[in-house]
């Protein structure tokens, strides 16, 4: 798991030029690391309020110890967020050992929670901290499940702090804790609030510019494309354009939704925690399918749950590496060839399927087995 997450943090060795970091994380992040606390507020990256910079720290540090240089302080950083995902990829697998896998089936999973292609897009375009996020919001699930709230509660607290979207598990994170809900959810709102207050005081500006600068230029690879037109005004960026409506409140949607597709999930007394990870992988593939700037990595944290629930449910991770290969093939070889609408086309035809999958384990369409197992027990056992 080491070696396959130092590869990985070196893109296999080759020439790496750091992506977005360069110009928008490097300059916090080297305010950070220099002690300069003002500079660092200031200097916020429009992209989570600059949380993922103060966990990928630690890294980038003991980059700037042993060398010094940009692109070193970049790949440490890397180096630590796919170490966190790999360690996951142990858990999980530990747990598969413990229900008697196979132990291809255990590799599988290490290897897909180190070596996915899109934690190597995301390193690629410069945002190793998608795979740090997605991993915690996993692992605040598992810590959840298995009725540890405050280690949950630290896990959800830290991937909202990295990037926003990891709103998006409370509500799995919440259903999977048989116990305690209150003190975990209290907990993870005080360290959130702790975090995003500090940023805000300090300097209210840039942290609210952080928090809405994101790109809104369309791609076809989302549901909102074919409303997209092409920008004709010289005052902006060249690119397809989505309505106001859609850009300014697509993201909205997708964590509004969190809540009317949670409820018949927390009417069930028999949820498991394969259930509520079927939840999050979901919700996170609705959040990619929704987005009005739809990025390839923006897949990795549901590919990351969709491993994670099949290896909850001791099953090789096939559905992972089918989802992995469509991925590959739409955001790589068919968007390389194809006109923009086939990529669409692509896209959905690739995505849509695993809604209706998850939507059952995650009690969105009731099962019919589920119903009939149910019929057959006794009164005293239904109660």
Request: proline share 7%; with cysteine; hydrophobic share 55%.
């Amino acid at each position: 798991m080491a070696f396959g997450a130092v590869w990985v943090a070196w893109l296999g060795f080759h020439v790496q030029t750091g992506g977005d970091y360069p110009l928008t994380f490097a300059p916090p992040m080297n305010a950070l690391l220099d002690g300069q606390l003002g500079a660092f507020f200031n200097l916020l990256p429009n992209d989570g309020a600059g949380g993922s910079v103060l966990l990928r720290a630690p890294g980038a540090l003991l980059g700037k110890l042993l060398d010094g240089s940009q692109i070193a302080i970049f790949r440490f950083g890397a180096l630590e967020c796919t170490l966190v995902s790999g360690a996951l990829g142990l858990w999980l697998a530990r747990g598969m050992c413990e229900r008697g896998c196979s132990t291809a089936a255990r590799a599988a999973v290490v290897a897909l929670c180190v070596g996915l292609p899109a934690i190597l897009d995301a390193i690629l375009v410069g945002h190793p901290e998608e795979v740090l996020g997605a991993a915690l919001s996993v692992a605040a699930v598992l810590l959840a499940a298995d009725d540890r709230p405050t280690l949950s509660a630290v896990a959800l607290a830290l991937a909202i702090i990295n990037k926003p979207w990891a709103l998006l598990a409370i509500a799995p994170t919440l259903l999977a804790a048989p116990h305690r809900r209150g003190r975990l959810g209290a907990l993870a709102a005080a360290i959130c609030a702790a975090w995003f207050g500090t940023a805000y005081f300090a300097a209210p500006g840039p942290f609210v510019h952080s928090l809405g600068g994101l790109s809104v230029v369309a791609h076809p690879q989302e549901l909102w494309w074919p409303l997209a037109h092409l920008a004709h005004d010289p005052t902006v960026t060249p690119g397809h354009y989505l309505p106001a409506l859609i850009t300014d409140h697509a993201r909205e949607l997708a964590v509004a939704l969190m809540v009317p597709l949670s409820i018949p999930l927390a009417r069930r007394r028999d949820r498991t925690a394969s259930d509520c990870l079927a939840l999050l992988a979901l919700l996170l593939l609705l959040r990619c399918v929704l987005d009005p700037s739809n990025h390839v990595y923006y897949e990795l944290p549901f590919v990351l749950a969709l491993v994670a629930w099949e290896a909850s449910g001791a099953s090789a991770p096939l559905l992972s590496m089918l989802a992995t290969g469509l991925l590959w093939l739409v955001f790589g070889p068919i968007s390389t060839n194809a006109n923009q609408d086939v990529q669409w086309l692509a896209y959905m035809a690739a995505m849509v399927p695993f809604i209706f999958v998850l939507a059952r384990p995650a009690a969105i369409v009731p099962s019919r087995d589920r119903h009939r197992r149910r019929r057959r027990l006794p009164a005293v056992a239904r109660a």
